[in-house]
């Protein structure tokens, strides 16, 4: 136990406290441990194996509570419940000692049972071991006459066995030479089997690197077609159009004001001659494109889902008129799901009526595995083309099975390689409004006023 050191602890600051005191505080610490002790004591199974010692604990716990009684706080009252808290500790170690006694003795006698219990069992063992080693031995006299006539019979047919067997060997060894033969031809005949696989995929690793080269170079023309494309949109950039870089790609915001008049899906014919500037500059990329109609938070959530879809349905048929490739492009409804405004105000409301044409990145081209000279060794894979770029195939080409094929360079499906990111054009302020140019409240196409038929679900790429 580590209660002597809360005793001396108890000690040192009954040393240090000799002024300190309150008529009417809690008492002590070092009384308050030594109660602890005392009926922790009391409770235990070392303190029933020491009833003196318990007593002598109780006599000075009492001695220490009378003196409290009298003068709480005082030096002597520490003292002496310091003098009970040891009292009651050595009470408890020696009767955890006389504990530890009494079990050491019903181990030793514990233990001495089972030494004459095992002497006792194998002294009957050794006695049933003799007994049946006497049995064993009459059995193997026995046995030993009946093997020595079966030996004489072994060595009869031994004789016949060995004639048999040198017949045996001489058949099998003229068999072993044929066999030789047959394997040193079909060998042969293998390795130049290897020979010619191994020139084939040499050849086939060129074919490849080859191909991937070409890949490369179309990519590398798709990334510049990208990058015309996104020069030419920016060149357009001006109060009503925005352009700006996101991780899903390019995006073109255009204000819904510009483009349609209030509750229409009309195009107006100033928006005619913006979105053909746009179609010129987007038709220097085949990347695929998705345009986004939003809205404010005025009216019905359907309604402004339908009339968003419709208004993104208009100016997909425009860029088609204009030479867009119709499966390059993908429409969708926002609604007033993602303003980049508060739609408290006219001028967050005007920001929130848009339109956005968000041109995707060309996809970075996947690592290939052809590396060096190319050449591969017999048993090598071939990595084949996929359609971005190369990848290994993970397989041997076999005999008289072509290398793959590379994909066609033409645009993916309108709507793969989007990502959810933020919108709203460039230029807007803190808070998501174009500060220069805040436009007026009306042109929303939010009004509700005019009931407005629900728009047919247009599919991307028709």
Known sequence: MQRWKQGWLALAGASALTVVGCAHGPPPSELTAAREAYHELTRSPEGRERPADVAAARVALQEAENEYADSEGSVRTRSLAYVALRKAEIADARGEADLAAQQRAQAEAALRQQQEARAQTLTRQQEEERARYEQQRLQYEQQRAQLEAQRQQYAQQQAQTEAQRQQELERIRTAEAQQRQQLEAENQQRLQQQTAEAQRLAQANQELQRRTQELEQERQARLQAEQRAAQALAQLQDKDLKVREEARGTVVTLSGSVLFAS????????????????????????????????????????????????????????????????????????????????????????????????????????????????????????????????????????????????????????????????????????????????????????????????????????
Not at 366 to 372: A, M
Not at 433 to 445: F, K, V, Y
Not at 447 to 457: A, H, I, L
Request: charged content about 15%.
């Open 263 to 462: 509750n229409a899906v009309d195009l107006l014919p100033s928006a005619r001659d913006r979105l053909s500037d746009v179609a010129t500059a987007l038709q220097e990329s085949q990347n695929p494109l998705l345009i986004e109609g939003h809205t404010d938070s005025r009216g019905t959530d359907d309604y402004n889902s339908q009339l968003s879809q419709r208004r993104a349905e208009r100016v997909r048929e425009f860029l088609i008129s204009q030479g867009v490739p119709p499966n390059r492009i993908e429409i969708r409804g926002v609604g007033e799901d993602r303003p980049v405004a508060t739609n408290d105000t006219a001028e967050g409301r005007a920001n929130n009526r848009r339109v956005e044409i968000v041109m995707e990145h060309t996809p970075q081209p996947r690592t290939t595995g052809v590396g060096g000279s190319g050449a591969q060794q017999p048993g090598q894979n071939v990595q084949q083309p996929g359609p971005q770029g190369t990848q290994p195939s993970g397989q041997v080409p076999q005999p008289g099975v072509g290398t793959q094929q590379p994909s066609g360079m033409g645009t993916q499906p309108s709507g793969q390689g989007t990502q959810p990111g933020g919108t709203g054009g460039s230029g807007l302020g803190p808070n998501g409004i174009d500060h220069q140019n805040p436009a007026p409240p009306q042109g929303t196409g939010t009004d509700v006023q005019q009931q407005m038929p629900p728009p047919p679900r247009s599919t991307p790429g028709q």
